[in-house]
T-cell receptor, first 113, second 109 residues
Framework: EAQVTQNPRYLITVTGKKLTVTCSQN?????MSWYRQDPGLGLRQIYYSMNVEVTDKGDVPEGYKVSRKEKRNFPLILESPSPNQTSLYFC????????????FGPGTRLTVT | EDQVTQSPEALRLQEGESSSLNCSYTVSGLRGLFWYRQDPGKGPEFLFT???AGEEKEKERLKATLTKKESFLHITAPKPEDSATYLCAVATGTYKYIFGTGTRLKVLA
């Protein structure tokens, strides 16, 4: 089954404790992306990757890091989480570039206390 | 600045009562406009892609249209299972996606 998977689905952590949210897709897609979704603000793009070793900032990259060492994986790293990063996070992938539809993962709900 | 605005924020319809959702956009180098459906607690699910003004796409009770400044999602004779949040997004010339804040649709039986 073609899918995007994320782990963990739920995470409660404390300020400053480094964490990684994993994302994997099995569709051989070149483009992958991370979003956060907050009430009233909608989905905002954090980082995206056009292909292996090629990443770029979205609209809200502060406090986040990403890497793309393999085509299928695109982890999101929060090196020193803060309460304002409490949010619902989605990973997505698309075939190529930003011309094709994206397929989304199930989401990770992160709470930073 | 690239921007996507959706209206209304929320919409309540009786079953069978047709209506339209609006997505207006200002973007440099539009590469595509997308409609998604999102159910509570789930990731957005792809519905349509539109690439150029005048283009239309249909799927069951939904029809999406595109002009140079806006897109409409027409819902004909909706059913309660059409209740969801509908998201509009544009892909820009710089390979980013920008989403609107969505329209929450509730269809009453």
């Amino acid at each position: 089954e073609a899918q995007v998977t994320q782990n963990p689905r739920y995470l409660i952590t404390v300020t400053g404790k480094k964490l990684t949210v994993t994302c994997s897709q099995n569709m051989n897609h070149e483009y992958m992306s991370w979003y956060r979704q907050d009430p009233g603000l909608g989905l905002r793009q954090i980082y995206y990757s056009m292909n292996v070793e090629v990443t770029d900032k979205g609209d809200v990259p502060e406090g986040y890091k990403v890497s793309r060492k393999e085509k299928r994986n695109f982890p999101l790293i929060l090196e020193s989480p803060s309460p304002n990063q409490t949010s619902l996070y989605f990973c997505a992938s698309s075939f190529q570039g930003a011309t094709y539809e994206q397929y989304f993962g199930p989401g990770t709900r992160l709470t930073v206390t | 600045e690239d921007q996507v605005t959706q209206s209304p924020e929320a919409l309540r319809l009786q079953e069978g009562e047709s209506s339209s959702l609006n997505c207006s956009y200002t973007v440099s180098g539009l590469r595509g406009l997308f409609w998604y459906r999102q159910d509570p607690g789930k990731g957005p699910e792809f519905l349509f892609t539109l690439y150029s003004a005048g283009e239309e796409k249909e799927k069951e009770r939904l029809k999406a249209t595109l002009t140079k400044k806006e897109s409409f999602l027409h819902i004909t004779a909706p059913k309660p299972e059409d209740s969801a949040t509908y998201l509009c997004a544009v892909a820009t010339g710089t390979y980013k996606y920008i989403f609107g804040t969505g329209t929450r649709l509730k269809v009453l039986a």
